[in-house]
């Protein structure tokens, strides 16, 4: 039996990157009862870069509401609150004594975001540890993440495999399983992410979703000019949602012409707005019965603790001796 995880931050309501990305893929692969599934809200990660209480408290609600209404099963996905786990805490400190900093410092993610520097703090700095200490709590073997997470994961097998040598223990190396192979784009071309605002989101209103899908960014080909399907997000978009069918027609149209990206973006909306329709209806229901969402995650949160409990009292007993 194999124990799965997933993570996604309360940075904001999850756009369409995440659940293709990471959402989805974790919700269908549940359905195989022969692993342990975990879905982490890492609100604990979140706090590197967004500090007010309520907000990050209703994007937890959004992202649960959003796994349920995407059809997530809690008999089938322990569903949980990083911060709810506290020893995860005490992990990440034990596993930061065995990072060396420069490799903290020289990670992609940290360097990115470390480029605009309106609040560059230690939290960000050491955020691969934490990740690795969620991923070692439950002893994990598969990860479900986008490709931009792929050296988060090797610094995490790296930091349990220095444990292992260490203390002699026998922790799994966890893999990585990317859904996709590519990062899909946002609306300014760059990758869509909550903390870009460039996200399309499909459980937003109609006329806010419409919007956002308008203004995707494209080259400025003339309306009659042939289009270039293998560069256009918006075609890539298309292609991941609709049926083999739609993305031949919508192929032929880009490649004889007179077809504008304004209709491909209308084909995209349909697209979404038609695959999505039964998961938007039960998003709204959700949103509506916060008590139902909170129940969940005490119910995640209770299973993980049991879980979490046997790994920490392991390393405890090799690391701290007690
Ligand atoms: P964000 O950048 O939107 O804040 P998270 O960091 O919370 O997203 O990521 C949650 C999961 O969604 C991760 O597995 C991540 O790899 C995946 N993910 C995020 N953005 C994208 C994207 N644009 N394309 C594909 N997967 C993505
Ligand atoms: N760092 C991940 C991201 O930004 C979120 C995350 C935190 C995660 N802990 C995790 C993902 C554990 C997978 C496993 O997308």
Request: with cysteine; hydrophobic share 40%; proline share 4%.
């Given at each position: ?61 959004a992202i649960v509401a959003a796994c349920l209404a995407l059809g997530l099963s809690q008999e089938k996905i322990i569903l949980y609150r990083q911060s709810a786990i506290p020893a995860v805490c005490e992990l990440a400190w034990y596993l ?135 560069q256009c997000p918006i075609f890539a978009l298309y292609q991941l949602l609709a049926s083999e069918d739609e993305v031949h027609t919508l192929r032929k149209q880009y490649r ?67």
């Amino acid at each position: 039996m194999a124990y799965v995880l997933t993570g996604i931050q309360n940075t904001g309501n999850p756009h369409i990157g995440n659940i293709l990305g990471a959402l989805w893929p974790a919700i269908q692969r549940s359905h195989d009862q022969k692993h342990t599934h975990f879905l982490c809200i890492a609100d604990l990660h979140t706090l590197t870069a967004h500090k007010h209480t309520i907000t990050n408290q209703q994007h937890t609600r959004a992202i649960v509401a959003a796994c349920l209404a995407l059809g997530l099963s809690q008999e089938k996905i322990i569903l949980y609150r990083q911060s709810a786990i506290p020893a995860v805490c005490e992990l990440a400190w034990y596993l930061s004594c065995f990072t060396p900093w420069p490799m903290m410092k020289n990670a992609h993610a940290f360097k990115e975001k470390s480029k605009h520097p309106s609040d560059i703090n230690i939290g960000l700095l050491i955020y691969p540890i934490l990740m690795a200490a969620d991923i070692l709590l439950y002893n994990i073997d598969q990860v479900i993440v986008g490709i931009d997470q792929q050296q988060h994961i090797e610094i995490a097998r790296d930091l349990i495999g220095k444990i292992n040598r260490h203390y002699q223990t026998d922790f799994t190396l966890p893999n990585p399983m990317f859904q996709q192979n590519t990062t899909i784009r946002g609306t300014d071309g760059k990758k869509m992410s909550k903390s870009y605002q460039n996200t399309i989101d499909i459980f937003a209103d109609e006329k806010i979703l419409y919007q956002q899908i308008m203004s995707m960014m494209t080259d400025s080909k003339p309306l009659a000019a042939p289009k270039d399907d293998t560069q256009c997000p918006i075609f890539a978009l298309y292609q991941l949602l609709a049926s083999e069918d739609e993305v031949h027609t919508l192929r032929k149209q880009y490649r004889q012409g007179n077809y504008g990206y304004g209709q491909a973006k209308k084909a995209l909306y349909m697209c979404i707005i038609t695959r999505f329709a039964v998961a938007r209806e039960r998003f709204k229901k959700y949103q509506k019965n916060p008590e139902s969402i909170d129940a969940c995650l005490e119910n995640g949160a209770k299973k993980a603790q049991a879980i979490a409990e046997t790994h920490i009292q392991k390393l405890r007993e090799k690391i701290i001796g007690t």
